[in-house]
């Protein structure tokens, strides 16, 4: 009895890997693509490093792989917007610094740059994450 409950365990949760793989911030199409920036470009610490290519150059490789919901510069700095996600990418040396982080944290950051953006402190501001246009 013991080795059919073990299978049936092994069995739901080999069913239920893709499931929560789909539901990881690389499966919604409104996150930065997290894993692919991972795959793609050195890791720094909690940051990632391209050595040779711009700032511009290394958002457009990064909107390619998923489309922004919004996009701004700031001197030399290229920023997206993904629902509750910002990427920031600056001059690093000879090449670029990407950085991940919370909308929120990143507005306040760089909001200088960001004058168009929704500020995530009003009371109109949705974020993009789960439930958003209700």
Same mark, same amino acid.
């Given at each position: 009895?013991?080795?059919?409950?073990?299978?049936?365990?092994?069995?739901?949760?080999?069913?239920?890997?893709?499931?929560?793989?789909?539901?990881?911030?690389?499966?919604?199409?409104?996150?930065?693509?997290?894993?692919?920036?991972?795959?793609?470009?050195?890791?720094? %610490?909690? /940051?990632?490093?391209?050595?040779?290519?711009?700032? *511009?150059?290394?958002?457009?490789? @990064?909107?390619?792989? !998923?489309?922004?919901?919004?996009?701004?510069?700031?001197?030399?700095?290229?920023?997206?917007?993904? %629902?509750? /996600?910002?990427?920031?990418?600056?001059?690093?040396? *000879?090449?670029?610094?990407?950085? @991940?982080?919370?909308? !929120?944290?990143?507005?306040?950051?760089?909001?200088?740059?960001?004058?168009?953006?929704?500020?995530?402190?009003?009371?109109?501001?949705?974020?993009?994450?789960?439930?958003?246009?209700?």
């Amino acid at each position: 009895m013991n080795s059919a409950r073990l299978v049936r365990a092994a069995v739901a949760a080999m069913l239920a890997a893709p499931l929560l793989a789909a539901c990881s911030s690389d499966g919604d199409s409104n996150a930065a693509p997290r894993e692919w920036i991972k795959k793609t470009y050195t890791a720094n %610490g909690a /940051d990632w490093l391209d050595p040779d290519s711009t700032p *511009s150059e290394v958002a457009q490789a @990064i909107r390619t792989e !998923r489309p922004e919901l919004d996009r701004a510069s700031g001197g030399t700095m290229e920023f997206l917007r993904y %629902g509750d /996600d910002m990427v920031t990418v600056s001059p690093y040396r *000879s090449g670029s610094l990407i950085e @991940i982080e919370d909308y !929120r944290n990143g507005y306040h950051r760089h909001q200088q740059h960001l004058t168009y953006w929704p500020n995530p402190n009003s009371s109109s501001f949705r974020g993009g994450g789960p439930g958003e246009g209700k």
